[in-house]
C-alpha cells in the first residue's frame, strides 16, 4: 500500500518536490556539484541522447555546454506515491532545445512526464532513476518567415511523443535511443509496471537501453 492518498505537504512529499525543482534549476544552471546532490550513487538518467550513470551525464552535459547545446526544463505539477523509504513521482515537464536544423535555426518544445523513482537511506531522499515519457512536440524556426523542409524519412524513425526533437538532436550529431515511452503502448505500460515493483520492495526493474 503506497501513501499516495496522504496530503501533498507531508515532510517526504516536500522533500522529494524538492529534489524534482532542484534537478530543473541546478541542471539548466550548470551548478554541477549541487546537482550531484539529487542522486544516489548508482543513479542512471535516460533521455533521448543519453542513457547512463549521473556522473557520466554531468560530464556529456559539460561537453555540450562547451559546444553551445542548450537544453532547458520546465516544470508543472507532480503526483508522488510514497511505499515505506521507496517512492515513484510523475512531473509534468517541457524540454525545449535551440539548434540549426538544415542551417534554419529552430526551437523545438517536447511536452511530456519526468517519472522517477526515489529512495531514502540514512533519512535522505535520493534519485536512482529518472525516465522521461515524451507525449507530443513541435518544432519551429526561430525566424517565422524561414523556410524550412524535413526529411520525412529520418522523422518517422521516432516515436511521435518526440520526433521532432530527436531529428533536431540527430542534425547536431546525437545517437537518439528510438523506443522511449510516450503517451501510451508496451513501452510506457513497461515503466508502470516498474513503478509498482520498486514500490512494492523488489529490485530495480532492468530495461533495455
Not at 156 to 170: K, M, N, S, V
Request: proline share 5%; aromatic share 12%.
Amino acid at each position: 500500500m503506497t501513501d499516495s492518498a496522504q496530503s501533498g505537504s507531508t515532510p517526504d512529499h516536500l522533500a522529494l518536490r524538492d529534489l524534482i525543482e532542484n534537478w530543473a534549476v541546478w541542471r539548466d544552471a550548470g551548478e554541477w556539484d549541487r546537482f550531484r546532490t539529487v542522486w544516489h550513487p548508482e543513479g542512471r538518467m535516460m533521455a533521448t541522447w543519453f542513457q547512463g550513470g549521473f556522473d557520466e551525464f554531468i560530464s556529456v552535459n559539460r561537453k555540450g555546454w562547451e559546444r553551445g547545446v542548450r537544453i532547458l526544463h520546465f516544470l508543472g505539477g507532480s503526483s508522488i506515491d510514497i511505499a515505506g523509504p521507496r517512492a515513484v513521482a510523475q512531473t509534468k515537464m517541457t524540454i525545449s532545445q535551440r539548434a540549426a536544423v538544415h542551417d534554419v535555426v529552430c526551437d523545438v518544445v517536447c511536452t511530456g512526464r519526468f517519472y522517477d523513482f526515489f529512495e531514502k537511506r540514512d533519512g535522505r531522499w535520493g534519485m536512482v532513476l529518472r525516465q522521461p515519457i515524451y507525449e507530443k512536440d513541435r518544432l519551429d524556426p526561430v525566424d517565422p518567415d524561414a523556410r524550412l523542409t524535413l526529411d520525412a524519412a529520418l522523422l518517422a524513425r521516432f516515436p511521435e511523443g518526440y520526433r521532432h526533437l530527436a531529428y533536431l538532436q540527430t542534425s547536431i550529431g546525437y545517437v537518439v535511443k528510438a523506443d522511449m515511452p510516450g503517451l501510451d503502448g508496451p513501452a510506457v505500460e513497461a515503466l508502470y509496471a516498474r513503478g509498482r515493483s520498486w514500490l512494492e520492495g523488489h529490485p530495480l526493474l532492468e530495461a533495455a537501453e
